[in-house]
């Protein structure tokens, strides 16, 4: 591996590298530690203290973990060749998961593939899971380059893999929207178009990029771009937001896909896409020191909303639909954005009772000071982006591996995006984190 991808960041001091390896590292085993017995695979959700009793694993905390799997390699706390091992098992369960066109479910059984819905009318292919697994495989396949049979091998079955996803099998009709369902039996009546600024703009990415079954253009321009929460370009709490919903929407908007596209530069006819991440982090860090609902326990050394487990169940937390829950995921995640700011609400979140805020994989999915809860769980898909986004941070690793697939800057250019990794690609990648 080039040294260039190990090069700390000069400016985190050493303290708080300190900090952000135990933090990484305790996100970490949930992938690895935690993980499926069998097939290796992320499951959705595991507990403070045990594993659920049950099989299921999710696709996008899966793609997640497979980024975190890196990342464990580059910092040592893995062997290379233990981590193939692992993911050769982890190939093997996906290749005999049951798939729709080519995308995988939502959720499935870890011990045969087999499909768990994840509701009435969601019983097929997720193409935003999907990509989610695929970001993660990519990521992959660009890291081990070697002309060893293993790396070789693992490298084909990935290509099977991502060659094998039918993008236009989720468009409805002669609509120019990608649909994020599709069912056997009931085919888009979920009916929820991938459009309006959100979480996915990676599907359509990778969709465009796709070496079979890929979408035209205009299926992005004038399906997700013409969503009615697309534009935006108002003020809150005095800081612009270009695109997204008003507030900004969760921060997982600002993480999710840009654990492997790296936003830094990234633009196009509708935002430049580094200041729109900063800008709604910045808002939703806002919003938790001006506290407008009085909650407990919110200020400028805690803050962060977005998904997570809450009182009553699954909860998607923003300054517009704030319930008082404070997501570790969402400040630390954060960290390429608004790093001095993420740093201290780390350092707090270890002040904090260590006994309710710390587990066998870091911090809890999130807590309220207002009621006094704190969740005795982990999400997958909360604990990958923190493994990523940090080291993305620190030394640039997911985002450099990704930006360099070919699918992927083909994806970006016919969509009409600049990026310095379209403009130079070769000194994009060796160039290390500014």
């Not at 080039?2 to 590298?17: G, K, S």
Request: charged fraction near 20%; charge should be negative.
């Amino acid at each position: 591996m080039d040294q260039t991808f190990v090069r700390e960041n000069t400016d985190i001091a050493a303290d708080d590298a300190t900090l952000l390896d135990r933090v990484q590292r305790a996100s970490f085993q949930y992938f690895w530690d935690g993980a499926h017995p069998q097939s290796g695979l992320a499951r959705d959700r595991s507990g403070k203290n045990a594993d659920p009793a049950n099989d299921l694993v999710a696709a996008g905390a899966t793609g997640f973990g497979f980024m975190a799997i890196l990342v464990a390699i580059e910092r040592g706390w893995i062997e290379r060749q233990e981590a193939i091992t692992r993911i050769g098992t982890m190939l093997t369960a996906l290749e005999n998961t049951k798939r729709y066109h080519g995308v995988f479910p939502h959720f499935f059984h870890g011990a045969d593939g087999s499909t768990i819905p994840f509701s009435m009318r969601d019983d097929g292919g997720d193409l935003v899971e999907t990509s989610f697994l695929f970001q993660g495989l990519l990521c992959v396949r660009q890291y081990f380059t070697a002309p060893a049979p293993d790396e070789t091998i693992l490298r084909k079955r990935i290509d099977h893999l991502w060659h094998g996803v039918e993008w236009t099998a989720h468009i409805k009709h002669d609509e120019k929207v990608l649909y994020w369902h599709h069912s056997p039996r009931y085919h888009f009546a979920r009916n929820v178009p991938i459009q309006g600024w959100n979480e996915a703009l990676i599907t359509y990415v990778l969709a465009a990029g796709a070496p079979r079954h890929g979408i035209d253009a205009d299926i992005y321009h004038e399906g997700f771009a013409k969503g009615s929460q697309f534009i935006n370009r108002r003020d809150y709490y005095g800081i612009n937001l270009p695109l997204g919903p008003d507030y900004g929407g969760p921060l997982f908007f600002a993480h999710y896909s840009f654990c492997g596209l790296d936003p830094r530069g990234l633009s196009d006819r509708y935002a430049d896409y580094w200041q729109q991440n900063c800008n709604h982090v910045r808002i939703n860090y806002q919003h938790c020191v001006e506290n407008p609902h009085g909650y407990r326990g919110y200020g400028p050394d805690s803050w962060g909303l977005t998904s997570s487990h809450g009182p009553a169940g699954y909860v998607v937390s923003s300054p517009a639909s704030d319930f008082g829950l404070i997501a570790p995921t969402a400040a630390l995640c954060s960290l390429p954005y608004l790093p001095d700011e993420s740093m201290n609400a780390i350092r707090h979140f270890f002040k904090l009772p260590q006994a309710k805020m710390w587990g066998r994989f870091g911090f809890v999915d999130a807590f309220s000071q207002t009621s006094g809860w704190y969740a005795r769980t982990y999400l997958g898909i909360d604990q990958g982006p923190i493994v990523t986004m940090i080291e993305n941070h620190r030394t640039g690793l997911l985002w450099k591996l990704f930006m360099t697939a070919p699918e992927v800057q083909q994806g970006l250019q016919k969509l009409g995006f600049t990026s310095p990794h379209l403009a130079n690609s070769e000194q994009a990648i060796l160039e290390p984190m500014a």
